[in-house]
């Protein structure tokens, strides 16, 4: 029997980033770890996550949840680097130069 630790290490998402799907769609983690693994492997489906996300931290902001505003932002930015592709197809919509790897 799979469990929620399996699921996680099977997708490539970190726990944080399936714990903030499952807030942000009311579904169970194990769904949300299941949604987070289809989505990677969609065209579009990084920039989906990378929304979800953003709507949580505006949630927190909103709600003047300041600690969970944070943690979510470190999520993000976590998100963005582990998943370099969401952060080029970012720079193409936004027509921003690509960033120098030295």
Known sequence: MLTLEDCIGLC????????????????????AAELGNYLVRCPDGELCIRAMIRDDIAWAAASGNHDRQL??????????????????RCRREMHLPERRVL
Do not use: T
């Open 71 to 88: 943690a979510l932002k470190l999520v993000l930015r976590n998100f963005i680097v582990s998943h370099p592709r969401c952060d080029e």
């Open 12 to 31: 490539d998402l970190s726990e944080e980033e399936v714990l903030a799907i499952a807030s942000h769609e009311h579904i169970p983690e194990i769904a």
